[in-house]
């Protein structure tokens, strides 16, 4: 594990330092406590089982409780010490457990909460290259990183290293040659550990990597069900979804393989080193220089130390396994955020006027491909400008640039005579309103979502913003009205009623500048004539980008301005651009054949 990278996160425990410090308190007692748990055993076989006489220190303390020493009394003293040690190791153990798990857990929801703000802040590019059922894998999955790591990298070795120290030096007073004996095995298994460390983490990687891939596919497919049910693909994804499983599950048995051999390996070095403490000991025993009790706490001894050699390289494993999940939440955390507040970000300060200006701008996706060249236009407040050509031909790129989605490689984009890149993006996007073609609504009440872009707007404004819309009527008549639930992405509702919730939502925000990016171009013509009306409405005092395919909903913009290949290639009213004979009246022609030339005179 590189420091260097863990680093990063070192901010999590850090944050819960009191319960850090309260389990680190109560792992320093509890290991400390396990040098106590056989000395019972020897007291009651050295002592209580023969004639040895008690030392010193316990025949005083039977002395001072004024209470004969007899061996009755003696296997009764070492039950109930048995007993109480047992008793108070498990409330310590049960306090450890919950201290733990109250930090670690809070340690995995912060780091969660952290990287689903990032991902909310990464440019839709980002979006665009990642699944979104990659992103939850990582949000929900790879985040319990920073407990492992934590754990494996303090948690566990202060309490291994403190249950080594403590036992070995209980060991050393009863017999240095075994001690030394039982730490013996530790270089091997450090080189097991150093040979399998590799492999663990590969197989974890191919592992998460590939249930990432299941669970995009699952969420893609969910996410389309009406379009499977349509053309009948339930068999074909259910074969997608048995190869992707069947992959899946390989992947697992190949890491649980690595895991057992790992787990072999270490098991057969435990094991001889056993045996041969045995031997030593049973000789010692013979030869009277080690009493049958020591012995028996020797080997309890034994499978502590032991069992502390093991954890130490468990450690090293889950390390290593866990790189491949922490290298997956530091890929987003390190991703940089292509759009932020730079140094000295203004906010919009009021009047806001939304006059909107692109200077010379060129932009694209991808280096060396530029969807805009050169583009130049302006929007006055309160001007309707509508954006019409080709697919392709840069529509929605160019109005993407103006809420700071994306930043132009070249070229200006104003706002109120301010360049955006000099403002706060917070401050940018709550003077911009949006209507999509896919309104995109979310599975909450419709009053909700009309007020998610102003989630303090009181019932009144809804209502009144739904009406706006022409939306008031149909909610009304929805089980709970205005507390309706709908389904993901509005699916509850039609086309209609979505695009109508989506201008109410735009209406409450009451934002100076208003993008349109084909709101109408799925609706029949009776819902797009009412839409339209609310449309109109929403239109007044603002400066809004209307971008349509269906040429009769921009029939009376202020200017229309026309693109082709990334470039402003014609720009003027309906009317002039249809006498041009230019790229507009070709598109009129193709939607009008009939009619164009009579409604252009």
Same mark, same amino acid.
């Given at each position: 594990?590189?420091?260097?990278?863990?680093?990063? !996160?070192?901010?999590?425990? =850090?944050?819960?330092?009191?319960?850090? *410090? $309260? @389990? /680190?308190?109560?792992?320093?007692? &509890?290991?400390?406590?396990?040098?106590?748990?056989?000395?019972?055993?020897?007291?009651?076989?050295?002592?209580?089982?023969?004639?040895?006489?008690?030392?010193?220190?316990?025949?005083?303390?039977?002395?001072?409780?004024?209470?004969?020493?007899?061996?009755?009394?003696?296997?009764?003293?070492?039950?109930?010490?048995?007993?109480?040690?047992?008793?108070?190791?498990?409330?310590?153990?049960?306090?450890?457990?919950?201290?733990?798990?109250?930090?670690?857990?809070?340690?995995?929801?912060?780091?969660?909460?952290?990287?689903?703000?990032?991902?909310?802040?990464?440019?839709?590019?980002?979006?665009?290259?990642?699944?979104?059922?990659?992103?939850?894998?990582?949000?929900?999955?790879?985040?319990?990183?920073?407990?492992? !790591?934590?754990?494996?990298? =303090?948690?566990?070795?202060?309490?291994? *290293? $403190? @249950? /080594?120290?403590?036992?070995?030096? &209980?060991?050393?007073?009863?017999?240095?040659?075994?001690?030394?004996?039982?730490?013996?095995?530790?270089?091997?298994?450090?080189?097991?550990?150093?040979?399998?460390?590799?492999?663990?983490?590969?197989?974890?990687?191919?592992?998460?990597?590939?249930?990432?891939?299941?669970?995009?596919?699952?969420?893609?497919?969910?996410?389309?069900?009406?379009?499977?049910?349509?053309?009948?693909?339930?068999?074909?994804?259910?074969?997608?979804?048995?190869?992707?499983?069947?992959?899946?599950?390989?992947?697992?048995?190949?890491?649980?393989?690595?895991?057992?051999?790992?787990?072999?390996?270490?098991?057969?070095?435990?094991?001889?080193?056993?045996?041969?403490?045995?031997?030593?000991?049973?000789?010692?025993?013979?030869?009277?220089?080690?009493?049958?009790?020591?012995?028996?706490?020797?080997?309890?001894? $034994?499978?502590?130390?032991?069992?502390?050699?093991?954890?130490?390289?468990?450690?090293?494993?889950?390390?290593?396994?866990?790189?491949?999940?922490?290298?997956?939440?530091?890929?987003?955390?390190?991703?940089?955020?292509?759009?932020?507040?730079?140094?000295?970000?203004?906010?919009?300060?009021?009047?806001?006027?939304?006059?909107?200006?692109?200077?010379?701008?060129?932009?694209?996706?991808?280096?060396?491909?530029?969807?805009?060249?050169?583009?130049?236009?302006?929007?006055?407040?309160?001007?309707?400008?509508?954006?019409?050509?080709?697919?392709?031909?840069?529509?929605?790129?160019?109005?993407?640039?103006?809420?700071?989605?994306?930043?132009?490689?070249?070229?200006?984009?104003?706002?109120?005579?301010?360049?955006?890149?000099?403002?706060?993006?917070?401050?940018?996007?709550?003077?911009?309103?949006?209507?999509?073609?896919?309104?995109?609504? $979310?599975?909450?009440?419709?009053?909700?979502?009309?007020?998610?872009?102003?989630?303090?707007?009181?019932?009144?404004?809804?209502?009144?913003?739904?009406?706006?819309?022409?939306?008031?009527?149909?909610?009304?008549?929805?089980?709970?009205?205005?507390?309706?639930?709908?389904?993901?992405?509005?699916?509850?509702?039609?086309?209609?009623?979505?695009?109508?919730?989506?201008?109410?939502?735009?209406?409450?925000?009451?934002?100076?500048?208003?993008?349109?990016?084909?709101?109408?171009?799925?609706?029949?013509?009776?819902?797009?004539?009412?839409?339209?009306?609310?449309?109109?409405?929403?239109?007044?005092?603002?400066?809004?980008?209307?971008?349509a395919h269906r040429l009769s909903t921009i029939r009376n913009a202020d200017r229309i301005v026309v693109l082709e290949h990334g470039k402003i290639v014609e720009t003027g009213t309906h009317r002039e651009l249809l006498a041009a004979g230019g790229l507009y009246q070709s598109l009129y022609r193709l939607q009008f054949p009939n009619a164009w030339q009579g409604l252009a005179l």
């Amino acid at each position: 594990m590189n420091l260097q990278q863990y680093g990063q !996160l070192i901010q999590y425990p =850090l944050r819960r330092w009191q319960f850090m *410090l $309260l @389990t /680190l308190s109560l792992t320093v007692v &509890v290991s400390m406590m396990s040098a106590f748990h056989p000395l019972p055993m020897k007291f009651l076989v050295d002592y209580a089982l023969s004639t040895r006489p008690l030392p010193i220190e316990l025949r005083s303390w039977f002395e001072f409780l004024a209470i004969t020493p007899t061996p009755a009394v003696l296997i009764t003293g070492a039950a109930i010490a048995s007993l109480v040690l047992y008793l108070l190791n498990s409330a310590l153990d049960a306090c450890l457990t919950w201290a733990w798990s109250t930090t670690g857990q809070g340690m995995v929801y912060d780091l969660a909460r952290q990287l689903f703000s990032h991902l909310q802040r990464l440019s839709l590019r980002f979006h665009h290259q990642h699944t979104v059922g990659d992103s939850l894998s990582r949000l929900t999955g790879d985040t319990y990183c920073i407990y492992t !790591l934590t754990n494996a990298l =303090l948690v566990s070795p202060v309490q291994h *290293l $403190l @249950t /080594l120290a403590t036992i070995g030096w &209980v060991a050393w007073r009863l017999n240095p040659l075994l001690t030394l004996l039982s730490f013996a095995i530790a270089p091997l298994m450090a080189s097991s550990a150093l040979f399998f460390g590799s492999y663990l983490k590969r197989r974890t990687q191919q592992n998460r990597e590939a249930q990432s891939r299941l669970m995009s596919f699952i969420h893609q497919t969910l996410t389309a069900i009406p379009i499977v049910q349509a053309f009948g693909s339930e068999v074909l994804n259910r074969q997608r979804f048995l190869n992707l499983a069947e992959k899946t599950i390989a992947l697992q048995q190949r890491a649980v393989l690595v895991n057992s051999l790992y787990s072999f390996v270490n098991g057969m070095i435990t094991t001889i080193g056993t045996a041969l403490i045995l031997y030593m000991a049973g000789q010692l025993v013979l030869l009277g220089t080690l009493t049958v009790g020591s012995l028996l706490v020797f080997l309890a001894y $034994l499978r502590s130390i032991q069992g502390a050699l093991r954890g130490l390289l468990v450690i090293y494993g889950q390390l290593k396994s866990t790189e491949a999940n922490t290298d997956r939440v530091l890929e987003i955390l390190e991703s940089q955020e292509t759009v932020r507040d730079r140094s000295g970000a203004k906010p919009l300060l009021a009047p806001v006027k939304g006059h909107l200006k692109l200077k010379e701008v060129t932009f694209g996706y991808e280096p060396d491909r530029p969807i805009l060249q050169n583009v130049s236009l302006e929007a006055r407040p309160g001007e309707t400008i509508a954006l019409v050509g080709a697919t392709g031909a840069g529509k929605s790129t160019l109005v993407s640039l103006i809420p700071r989605f994306f930043d132009p490689w070249h070229g200006q984009v104003l706002f109120d005579d301010i360049d955006v890149r000099h403002l706060q993006v917070q401050s940018l996007r709550t003077h911009i309103a949006l209507v999509l073609q896919d309104p995109f609504l $979310l599975p909450l009440s419709i009053a909700d979502n009309i007020a998610y872009g102003r989630p303090d707007a009181s019932r009144a404004e809804v209502v009144a913003a739904a009406q706006a819309a022409n939306a008031d009527a149909f909610i009304r008549q929805l089980p709970q009205q205005y507390d309706t639930v709908i389904g993901e992405r509005g699916a509850t509702l039609s086309g209609g009623q979505k695009q109508r919730v989506a201008i109410a939502r735009a209406l409450l925000k009451n934002a100076p500048v208003l993008i349109l990016d084909e709101p109408t171009s799925s609706l029949d013509a009776q819902t797009e004539s009412g839409l339209l009306e609310a449309l109109e409405r929403l239109k007044v005092g603002r400066t809004t980008l209307i971008i349509a395919h269906r040429l009769s909903t921009i029939r009376n913009a202020d200017r229309i301005v026309v693109l082709e290949h990334g470039k402003i290639v014609e720009t003027g009213t309906h009317r002039e651009l249809l006498a041009a004979g230019g790229l507009y009246q070709s598109l009129y022609r193709l939607q009008f054949p009939n009619a164009w030339q009579g409604l252009a005179l």
